[in-house]
């Protein structure tokens, strides 16, 4: 598996919308999640979605704001982010789902901020 790779990060104002990226050589019938890191936390899981894409998982914290979806002939996921508050403010990353996990990707940076 080649490692991941985010993008789609940025400064946005709160309420403001951001769309992320998530590419890699092969995803194929893997369940895929985003995570995030602030700084000083843990790293956690946003939002994770079954290899067919029919099932998807949000934290409470970003439900209703947040959409995973996947698009598996271009072995890319997605996270479509609505709403930001300061509180969304992180690094983001993509992974498999689970704790069998490849290398990390550099992940991308999202910054909520007026």
């Given amino acids: 598996q080649d490692q991941v790779v985010e993008s789609g990060g940025g400064l946005v104002q709160p309420g403001g919308s951001l769309r992320l990226s998530c590419a890699a050589g092969w995803f194929g019938g893997y369940a895929l999640a985003w995570y995030r890191q602030a700084p000083g936390k843990e790293r956690e899981v946003v939002a994770s979605i079954t290899p067919s894409g029919g099932t998807t998982y949000y934290r409470d914290s970003v439900k209703g704001r947040f959409t995973i979806s996947r698009d598996n002939h271009k072995n890319t996921i997605y996270l479509q ?34």
Wanted: include cysteine.
């Fill in 81 to 114: 982010m609505n709403n930001l508050s300061s509180e969304d403010t992180a690094l983001y990353y993509c992974n498999r789902d689970g704790s069998i996990r490849w290398t990390w990707g550099p992940g991308t940076q999202v910054t909520v901020s007026a």
